[in-house]
């Protein structure tokens, strides 16, 4: 076959490559606006390079909104983003292979330790909140639901919707706090992730805190009954409660679309889901026990809170990256992401285009110290021992 | 047909001749009434006895072979019911056939244009219209699904074609053969999340844990394409003519001569035809690709090096998306529904590779198998 | 093309070297017969490899795992991977059950009752089916049907609830046991149409003919003589389906709604999970321990359709032979 078979598959080789060659003739492909917009950039010393990240898949929205403007300042700089998910996001990034990881639950002790290996000069590798996401309870009801409705709920009725203890849309529980609405006798579906995922885990860790003795399970990233159905990803959940009169299921608030979602009873009060009433939560949490590396950010969200206005059902997505890097331009350019995810710009950026909360004034500043950590001189000058 | 008469002979199918038997025996009470004019006192009614008495030679009656109008009516029925059933059968499988390929044409027209074809994810934001008034595009996919289908080809062909050969032209029914093509049978049901998790358990042993490239997604590719193309080439082969060999031979060809000049030549049509169809059957996997290419928004010319996008993937991950939040001021053009409209532009677009595949591997054979038949 | 037809004897005519062209033509023939058994050998080494730790590795991680994969419902590989096993046989099971009566229909349909010239085109039809990707049959499953089969499983709950496995309340949207094997049906559909019709179109005419001159009707010729020709055709066609439907992993990753259970609640979400579905959705938040254990899983699946091709193959052999 070698002469023939040759013959044709040069032939083929040379269409597929006219094919590609003028595709990517026609553009590189890359959306970059036509005027070159350098001037953020200008002051900096300019950094360029291929770098990788991997990670939660609940950031991707925000992370692709990041890169699409970061690219802009930066030509030189390509970024691509795995959405893989958080537990593999940090098992590549514990092999060196991605410069940083993004995921939902902070590092665990044996993270931390490992990624000692990977990061040069011997310094563990640290974590810092930069994405922030309302989880809304919402639900599929006819004539209920739809954009800016909401039903009033508290922790204890939610757990027993989501436990199986209440079954019927008419039940007295919601009755009562729902006065005005014509509930109907209609059988509740509930829906949760199906997938291990770090907004079950806020979920169940609210539930856990608020509903007392109503909710018997413990927080984890996987659901822990056999209730209801299950769906991949958030926009799983979302598409299966919108597909079906008398759904309910968590979804994250970037998800949530056009359907109903639940107002939590706080205090006395009964609060729709909003970033600022979110950001509240935020600001008035303390930063957790088990940040025991240096520059760690882990945010130990306040579910209990009683404030007014403020949403406490909650999403935090940490970053991870090494405090020192082989690699100047690696550590340079991780540096300056960073540092634009936390921004003002950033951080309204995706609140804009992926509905993420916005960091406040306050906790940037925590972040922006913990980011400061990171040295930008090549670390051969500094003597790395590994 | 329906005045075909239903004369059994003796010799004929077992099965129709116990069928009939069957039923006539249901419609017995006619029967019997005949047979008994016809056979005086014959008391089996479907079997030929030499009788006891003065009648030297068997008579045979064929009159009670003859099926009752009732029979051949019921027959009938099920003749009719049959063709009913299978017609059903049929129109059956158009309905979510039909429905799927309108869905997607339908749903995927919307967003297919020019610039949906020529541009990349990369900078693009949210819902928001990009600096070339597109809402991003396929262009990485494209190039990433070809180029990660050439390179399953590349490894393929030649192990698949030469594979055939052998097994055509070398082996002649050997254990080893029979082994080979028991192993190549086995391997075209090798689920393709299999020949995912193979190829990286492999990349991650050999190139070190966390290898993710588009050649990594050829290998898997290839695992499932191998079975396809040895399989259609042997047949290819096996319906080229001996004489043909036998006449090169003859001539003093040496083997390896007749094998590349003549039987590979005759049989390229249906060879490269069997490709194009192997090609339009991996170039839509997407479970592999998904843990070995891995997902880029911006385009990755580099099959070896870098994550690469293929088509299905795209198609997965926008439907993954499902929607996206619009800022609160309304943003000028924002979709919140791109992704699902994104997802169903692409499906389509694969869906007419697909077809652009299939028609030229159809065309390929019948263009060019003319020749042999001649 | 053209010049390749005009074969010359001047072309043919070889130096003596030729023999050793010939020694190593053969030779890469051969190692490309070789190469097919060393590809199949290096799934199995490579997946036992990684999959190794789940199977004799540290006992604490490997419950650990095991329970972070099912939220403490499995304890060790075998009951983790027992559902999973249970839930790709059924639901391929239930598809080639919906599809291969249908497809032999259609098989038929093409070769002996359609007019000729239809018939063409829907050979033709059937092969491009073939090559739809699955991922569009996810979408389409998960967003069209879906909602669209609901009515038909409320009416069959409704009249034949009383049978285990209509039972309801049928789950609402219908991302169930019952939904998929109809999609996995529709998947593996022109699959096993493709195969029995050629087999079904290679009927000697003689045996037709034969039995319509013993006055038989079209259906009697079909059972007599189309379908005993082709009867190990489709079967081994079955079985290639049966295999594809047990491999399927994204139309069931985007429609079923996943549990652990040994269940046959056709019509009930949350009760089974397939084996390739399964592995796609934890892999990605898989650590390394986890996906040892997926990979375990993957072994397992492997060997299942090793199994079932392996069979298909002996009974078109044993056919063959007879």
Known sequence: MQDKGKKTKVRLLAVACAVAATLSLAACGDNVPQEANEASSAGKSKISGEFQGAGASSQQGAVEAWIAMYQRHNRDVKIAYNPTGSGAGISTFLTGATAWAATDAPLDAQAIEQSKSICAGGGSAFDVPVYVSGITVAYNLKGLSGQDKHLNMDPATIARIFDGKISSWDDPAIKEQNPKANLPAKPITVVHRSDKSGTTKNFLSYLKDTAGEDWPYEAGENWPNDVGQGSKGASGVASTVGQADGTIGYVDASKVGTLGTVSLKVGQAYVPYSPQAASTVVDSSKIGQEASGPGRLVIELDHGTQAANAYPLLLVSYDVACPAYQDADTARFIKSWLTYEVSRDGQQLVADNAGAVPLSAATRAKVMKSISLISVSSPSSQGQGK | ?374 | MREESDVTTEQLDQPVSGKRADAIFKGVAYACGIIILLALAAVTVFLLYRAWPIIAGDRQAKVETIESFTGGRAHNFLQFVGPLVFGTVLVAGLALLIAFFVAIGIALFITHYAPKSLASALNYIVDLLAAIPSVVYGLWGGIVLVPAIEPFWAFLAKYLGWIPIFAGPVANPARTVGTTAVVLAVMILPIITSMSRDIFAQTPRLYEEAALALGATKWEMVRLAVLPFGKSGVVSASMLGLGRALGETMAVLMILSPGLKYSVKLLQASQNQTIAANIAAQYPEANSQGVSALIGTGLVLFLITFLVNYLARRITRKQVAK
């Open chain 2, 1 to 374: 047909m329906s005045d075909r008469r239903d004369q059994r002979l003796p010799g004929q199918s077992q099965e129709l001749a116990v069928g009939g038997v069957a039923d006539a025996d249901k419609a017995m009470p006619d029967q019997a009434r005949r047979q008994a004019v016809a056979t005086a006192g014959g008391g089996q009614p479907n079997r030929v006895q030499p009788s006891g008495t003065d009648d030297a030679a068997p008579v045979i009656d064929f009159d009670k072979f003859k099926p009752t109008r009732s029979f051949i009516a019921a027959r009938k029925r099920k003749d009719l019911l049959m063709r009913v059933l299978v017609f059903l059968a049929f129109l059956m499988a158009l309905i979510p056939l039909i429905s799927v390929l309108w869905t997607t044409l339908a749903a995927g027209i919307k967003r297919l244009n020019w610039n949906f074809l020529t541009y990349n994810m990369s900078g693009v934001i949210g819902g928001l219209q990009t600096p070339s008034g597109g809402y991003g595009g396929i262009e990485h996919a494209i190039i990433g699904t070809l180029e990660v289908t050439l390179g399953a080809m590349v490894i393929s062909v030649p192990i698949g074609l030469m594979c055939a050969v052998y097994l055509v032209e070398y082996a002649h029914g050997g254990r080893l053969a029979r082994a080979i093509s028991l192993l190549v049978d086995v391997m075209s049901g090798i689920p393709s999340i299999v020949a995912g998790l193979f190829a990286f358990s492999m990349f991650s042993i050999v190139f070190g844990p966390g290898t993710i490239n588009g050649f990594e997604g050829s290998v898997a590719l290839s695992l499932l394409m191998i079975p396809t193309v040895v399989k259609s080439s042997e047949e290819m082969l096996r319906i080229v003519p001996g004489d043909l060999r036998e006449a090169a031979y003859a001539l003093g060809v040496t083997k390896q001569r007749t094998i590349t000049k003549i039987v590979l030549r005759t049989a390229l049509p249906g060879i490269v035809s069997g490709v194009i169809l192997a090609i339009a059957r991996v170039i839509g996997e997407t479970a592999p690709l998904l843990m070995t290419a891995g997902f880029i928004s911006s385009t990755n010319l580099n099959l070896f090096s870098g994550q690469m996008t293929t088509l299905p993937v795209y198609v997965y991950q926008e439907y993954s998306k499902l929607t996206v939040t619009c800022p609160a001021d309304g943003g000028a053009g924002c979709v919140s529904s791109i992704p699902m409209e994104r997802a169903w532009a692409a499906a389509l677009t694969l869906i007419i590779l697909v077809l652009v595949l299939n028609l030229i591997g159809r065309l390929v054979a019948r263009v060019f198998s003319v020749k042999t038949e001649r």
